[in-house]
C-alpha cells in the first residue's frame, strides 16, 4: 500500500528531472551545442538564473505588485458586483427575463476582447486591468448567483415555510446557503480568470506588471525572462487556486465528496 | 388542536378536480390517518391545512378552522408538516437541522440547545449532531426531520406519507417512536399513508379516500388497545380482520388503474 502510494511521486520526480534535462540538452545548456535557437528556447539554468535575477531586482516588486493589486481589486469588486446583480435578477424574474439577451450576448463576447476599448478609455493604469477583471470576474459569479437563487429546492422551501419562516429568514436560512454553495463551486475558476483578464490587459499595453514584461521580453527575444515570468505566474496561479480550493473544501464540507479530483 | 375541515373543494386549473367536498374533524389530541389510492387528494388536503397550497395553483372553496383559527390558504402558526422527503437542510448539521424551527422562532439559546439533545436522546439520533444529512441513513434522517418539527412544540401536525421511503423494519421502528412522542405528548396529528395496515397500526381512526374527484369515502374506529406495538400488531389477527374488513370496502377504489388515473396522480403531484 505505502510503496505504491510512493510510486506515483517518486515517477513524477524522476520524469521532471529527466524532461529538465532532455530540456537543458536540446536548447544547448550547460555541456551541449543547441539544437534549437536559443532566441527561442532558453535552457533552465538559464532560465533559473534569469529568474533568481528578477525576482532579486526592484523590477520584479513593480510588476509583481501592478498585476497582484490589479487582480485583488478586480476579483473583489468582481465578486461583489457578481453576487449582488445575480441575487437580485434571482429575486426579480422580470427584470432578469428583461436583460437576459443583453446578458447571454455580453457572456458570449469573448471578455478579453474588451481589452483594447479599456485600454483607450482608460489608459495605461491600473484602471484598464482593475475593469478587465471585474467584467471578467463578474459574469462567473453573477451566473453562479442567479442560479444558486433560482435552483433553490422548492420542497425546502416550502418545508422552512411551515416552520413558520418569513421571507427574510427564508433567504437567510435557505437562499443564502444555496447561492454561497454554487459560488464556492465556481471559486477556482474564477480567481484563475481574474488574473488572466488583468496578464491579458498588460500584454495589450501597460507600462509595468507582470504580463507586460513578460510582453515586452518576448519582443526582445530575452527567452530565459519569459521563461523565468511563466514561471511566476504559475506559481501565483497555483497558489491562488489552492487557497480557493480550501475555501471551497471548507465552504462546502455538507456535499458528498466527489471522487474525482480536477 | 382541532381541526375542522368543511366543505373543502380543490381545484387544479380549470377542470382537475382533486378534492370534491371534503368534510372532516379531528379533535384536540386525536391521531387521525387518512388513506387512500394514490390522486385521491391525500396530500392536497394537508397542503390546504397547511396554507403551503397557493390560490395562484389551484381554486380552493370551503372552510379550514385550526382551534379558533378560521380561514383557507393562509399561513398558519402553530402547525408542523413532516413530508416523505426528509426535507433537511444539506447543509446544515442533523443538529442544526433540528434546531431550524426553534430558530425561526426565536428561542433562546439555551432552550434550542436542551430541547435539541433531549430530543435527539429520544429517537436515538445523539452521537450525530454534528453529522451533515448526506452521512446519515434515510431513517435518521427522517427522524431529524420529525424532531426537527417537534422542537418547536406546534399543537397539531400533518404528516405526510413520511416512513414512505424507508424499509419496513425501520419503518415500523419509527411508527413505534411516533406512537410514543404522541401517546406523551397529545398533539393533534393527520397522517397520510397509501399502506392501509399503518393506517390501522396508528390510528384511532382511519378516514378511506376515493378518488376522481377526492372525497372521504369512508370512516373506522379503529378500538385496538392504546399503547400500541407495531412489531406485535404486525400480523396480529385482530388487525388483519380489521385490515380485511375496511380492504373489502374500499378495494373498488384500487381495482382499476388506469392511465387516465395515474395520469392525474402525476399531475396532481406536480402542482401541489
Known sequence: MSASRLMIPVLRILFLILFLLAWEYVAGGLWADAIFSRALVAPPSAVLVDLYEYVTSGLFRIDAWATLSAAALGLFFGVTLGIVVGISFGYMPRVAAFFEPLMVAMNSLPRITLAPLLLMWFGLGLTSKVLLSIITVFFIVFFNAFLGVRSVDDDLIKATRVMGADRWQLARIVVAPSVASWIFAALRTTVSFGVTAVVVGEFVGASRGLGFRLNLSAGVLNTPRVFAIMIVLMIVGISLVEIARRAEKRVLRWRPPVTTET | MSVRISNLNVTFGKDLHVLDDVNLQV?????????????????????????????????????????????????????????????????????????????????????????????????????????YPYQVSGGMRQRASLIRTLAYDPQTILMDEPFGALDAQTRMTLQAELISIWSGSKKTIIFVTHDLSEAITLGERVLVMSKNPGRVKGEYRIDLPHPRDPFQLFGDPDCAALQTEIWQSIRDEYKYDTDADEEAAEREERTS
Open chain 2, 27 to 131: 379533535e384536540d389530541g386525536e391521531f387521525i390517518t387518512l388513506v387512500g389510492p394514490s390522486g385521491c387528494g391525500k396530500s392536497t388536503i394537508l397542503n390546504a391545512v397547511s396554507g403551503i397550497l397557493s390560490r395562484e395553483q389551484a381554486t380552493i372553496t370551503g372552510e379550514i378552522e385550526i382551534g379558533s383559527d378560521k380561514g383557507t390558504g393562509k399561513k398558519r402558526t402553530s402547525l408542523g408538516y413532516v413530508f416523505q422527503k426528509d426535507n433537511l437542510l444539506p447543509w446544515r448539521t442533523v443538529e442544526q437541522n433540528v434546531k431550524t424551527g426553534m430558530e425561526i422562532r426565536n428561542y433562546s439559546k439555551e432552550q434550542q440547545n436542551q430541547r435539541c439533545a433531549e430530543l435527539m436522546q429520544l429517537v436515538g439520533l445523539d452521537g450525530f449532531e454534528d453529522y
